[in-house]
């Protein structure tokens, strides 16, 4: 990322029009974490507020309780998108019931994130199937893809319909490859972060922008952090990320903080 940075510095270009220049914006979800339904309640009603209209929804852990949560969050924000990220945490079965059980309550995911243990292909490509034909439902692969060597399984196997990018998992060498090869093959793609702050994210962000080519988009981490250690880069209104003319990434860690 940083080589890559320099880059656009030394010829004095912001990283979005270095990467294409699709776009100098992006739209993000936002994460509610496995809470209570009366925190999610409390968070989903804050969202609401700033304007985020999809909510990524970490599951997985216990499934009456992540319906007890999706319920209790339709209820004060009845209009917003749902991305479920299981993060590997059910068997196949119990995806499928998730699904049921929505369905049910009359919601649709817009997509569904690493339903299953990211070596179950298996269960991967039976989540997908029955997600995509009864219910209408994207299977997004962000574990099971941790390589080049992974996304051509994914795309050969047809295990997945997303494939989620993570410079963290990937590097931005690797990142590139796995893009080029989903694009080829007309697989969806996500982009998404670990735990990083707006330099990391800020860089995917551009990536994103620049390249234009994300059906959905999880760089929300800079804004779940206690602190912000950068100045300058991107700005932030809600969900929207706006990149300007800032040559490189344009932002900077406040390193009197570090």
Not at 11 to 16: E, K
Not at 146 to 173: P, Y
Not at 181 to 204: P, Q
Request: charged share 20%.
């Amino acid at each position: 990322m940083a080589l890559i940075d320099a880059a656009a510095n030394s010829i004095r270009i912001p990283l979005w029009r270095l990467f294409g220049g699709a776009s100098n914006y992006i739209t993000t979800d936002i994460t509610i974490p496995i809470v209570s339904p009366s925190e999610a309640v409390e968070l989903a009603a804050k969202y609401c507020r700033q304007g985020f209209s999809t909510l990524k929804l970490k599951v997985g852990k216990d499934l009456n309780s992540d319906i007890e949560v999706l319920r209790a969050i339709r209820s004060v924000h009845p209009d917003c998108s749902f991305v479920l990220d299981a993060n590997e945490g059910y068997k196949a079965h119990q995806a499928i019931e998730v699904l049921d059980k929505l369905h049910a309550m009359g919601v649709t995911p817009t997509l569904f994130e690493q339903p299953v243990h990211r070596d179950d292909c298996e269960g991967l490509h039976l989540v997908s199937h029955v997600a995509k034909d009864k219910y209408g439902v994207s299977v997004a692969a962000d574990e099971s893809c941790r390589s080049v060597n992974d996304a051509n399984k994914i795309i050969r196997e047809n295990l997945a319909h997303v494939i989620n990018i993570k410079l963290a998992k990937l590097g931005v060498i690797g990142a590139f490859e796995v893009i080029n090869i989903a694009r080829e093959a007309g697989i969806a793609l996500m982009i998404g972060g670990m735990v990083e702050t707006r330099l990391a994210m800020g860089f995917a962000g551009h990536l994103a922008a620049g390249l234009g080519c994300f059906s959905f988009i999880d760089l929300d981490t800079p804004l779940l952090l206690a602190e912000d250690p950068v100045i300058q880069g991107y700005e932030a209104s809600g969900s929207v990320y706006k990149f300007d003319n800032s040559i490189g990434q344009g932002g900077f860690l406040q390193w009197d903080n570090v």
